[in-house]
């Protein structure tokens, strides 16, 4: 699933200060999540400063399992919501992941009815036609 | 004309000014959690204290992403203001109505290093309503050539000349004390040492009567003010600094730095109609201001604040400033000991932070007996002000 | 001295600009037409430039539009040394006249120095085709 329309420009992520980390990673096929040194927490999305402590410079990068459950989802299956660079259907889902942050993202060959919470999924990363590289999920063996 | 309710019910507790910069290399919304930091840290109050959030919407994320950092649990009062430091109004009433206990009013802009160092959706709203404001109002000017806000000011500036025979040689004096001031403020980043009046006439003349001296230069900065009521305030880490009044003004006729359709041209009647409200609710006039935060953005407008504020007569702010001794430490009315605007760059919420220094004697320009201070913000337009006194 | 334009760089364009103000369109349109349209109230008569959709002295939305004579007087300007956008070559001057009818309107003078501006210099309009697409009015000295 999630097929892309030839000629229609695909979303890309914006690259700022705050999450660059976490972008870089992903062009080199590697899931990161931010984490405080101080307090041994992770965080999701990547912010500039830990909610439970306040500190800016404990803040690192640490490499993800890359393994999650589905914990929610959608379906886009008319063009009424859906973005017109994405194939009709296509999944997003949200995937709670080892590490206990959620992130979304795309299926990679999970049939529309085999998509269901508490799913086991673990991450891919795929070069997109316009040169960028996201990630997105496809089953494994719990 | 119902706001004399605020008259006293609110206090400045805590301020958190980062180090400004040309090139900060990190984000609004780091420097915006940041701030708010060094202002609780400041008032000695715990984060999870706050429970009010404010700010200018054009500067920096807004509360549900500082909040991302902070991660306060519950902020009772959030809210978004417009011009100069005018959400401070929104604090002031945020606190004397009880919507919440600490309110902290943040403003975290890279004018310089640019918003697009930070959050992405926040960056396209500000940009696409930066071209939809220019399709309103300036659609009359663009086309011929009147463009940027030095050129707006140096239309009306040339008018003021014109009316009241000031000269260059006497509006000189505010880069001029504004130079001497931020040689002594170690936060001031634009003046190691200060200039005199003849560098000031040699500066370059960009828009025709306006000199690049007169335009305060941008800059990546971030300020957090932390507002109580004097009750809580009493028994926190800082000397508590008063809010005797707060106010805003409009007049007929406004225009952002371009009101050209006014009969007069050469007044601030916004600043004046904000003045008479800070004063009415105070009850005190401009004789009992022991010092002038002005809004010197670009210099021509601080001899008409002096004129709309009553500090001087119409017409009679050229000779106010000229020679700088009335408006030095130790003058009649010292204005912006800080260095103002244009030695720290354009950043309105350093105003109000210098008054809080001043009132609890701590500037590094300190004015002796500088018990009630008047900050006045928004020349040119929309107009915002409050008058601090000493608890 | 007439303001001359870089001809690679797009003039700062009002009918691109002003799509969503709807109130300014009769205006744009009687330049393309070498008039200056004002726009009077019709119920107190009062004069208004640039347009709006209501009458700050009275309140009503209702209006119509008169020719102006096309005279006036410099109230003020500004030269401007460096150019704050490419399609202009500096130095130029940008002025504010204010119309015998009352209202002012910021244009360019044509023919006339920087250095030669004073405030209240009798000038007239003129129209200049700066672009395929653009008509602005513009003013000369009077007589």
Sequence with gaps: MAEYVQGIPIMRPYIDQDNQGYWDAVKNHKLVFQHCSKCDKYHHPPRPMCPSCHSQDTLEWKESSGKGIIYSFVMFTTNKMAYPAFKLPYAVVLVEMEEGVRITANTHEIEPDEVQVGLPVEVMFEELPDGQTLYRFKKREA | ?391 | MTVEYNPDQKIPHPAMWGVLYKSSTPFWEGVKNKKIMLQKCKSCGNLLNPPRPMCPKCQSQENEWITAKGTGKIYSWVTFNEAPHPAFKAPYAAVLVELDEGPRIVSNMVDVKPEDLEIGMAVEVTFEDVAEDLTLPKFRKAG
């Design chain 2, 1 to 391: 004309m119902a706001i004399e309710s605020i008259k006293d019910k609110t206090a400045i507790v805590g301020i958190g000014v980062i180090d400004f910069s040309t090139n900060i290399g990190r984000s609004e919304w780091y420097s915006a959690c940041q701030c708010i930091k060094l202002a609780a840290d400041d008032a000695g109050l715990n984060i999870y204290d706050i429970d009010g959030m404010v700010k200018n919407i054009d500067d920096g994320p807004d509360p549900s992403y500082v909040q991302k950092g902070l991660g306060i649990d519950n902020l009772t009062y959030h809210s978004e203001s417009h011009w100069g430091t005018s959400a401070m109004m929104n604090a002031v009433q945020g606190v004397a109505s009880g919507s919440c206990n600490y309110c902290v009013y943040y403003q975290a802009a890279h004018r310089v290093s640019g918003p697009e160092k930070s959050i992405s959706d926040y960056r396209v709203a500000r940009e696409v309503k930066d071209d939809s404001l220019d399709m309103i109002r300036y659609d009359f000017f663009s086309p011929f050539g009147l463009i940027g806000q030095p050129g707006y000011v140096a239309m009306m500036y040339r008018r003021y000349m014109h009316e009241t025979g000031i000269t260059p040689e006497q509006l000189g004096w505010i880069p001029v004390v504004d130079s001497e001031n931020a040689a002594k403020n170690p936060n001031a980043i634009f003046f190691d040492k200060p200039i005199t009046i003849d560098d000031y006439m040699k500066s370059k003349v960009i828009a025709d009567p306006i000199r690049e001296l007169d335009c305060a230069p941008k800059v990546d900065g971030a300020i957090a003010i932390i507002v109580t009521t004097p009750e809580k305030a009493k028994s926190m880490k800082q000397k508590p600094v008063i809010i005797s009044s707060n106010a805003a003004g409009m007049a007929p006729e406004g225009q952002f730095h371009t009101s050209y359709t006014r009969d007069v041209i050469t007044e601030l009647p916004e600043m004046k109609n904000m003045g008479d409200e800070l004063f009415r609710i105070a009850g005190i006039g401009p004789k009992d201001i022991k010092l002038a935060m002005l809004d010197d953005t670009f210099t021509p407008y601080v001899p008409l604040q002096l004129e709309a504020l009553g500090f001087c007569g119409k017409g009679e702010g050229a000779a106010f400033i000229e020679g700088g001794e009335r408006i030095r430490v130790g003058g009649e009315l010292p204005i912006n000991p800080d260095g103002g605007l244009i030695g720290q760059g354009r950043f309105d919420t350093t105003r109000i932070v210098e008054a809080v220094r001043q009132i609890r004697g701590t500037s590094t320009n300190q004015v002796a007996g500088a018990d009630t201070i008047l900050v006045a913000s928004g020349a040119g337009g929309p107009a915002d002000g409050l008058i601090l006194r000493k608890a």
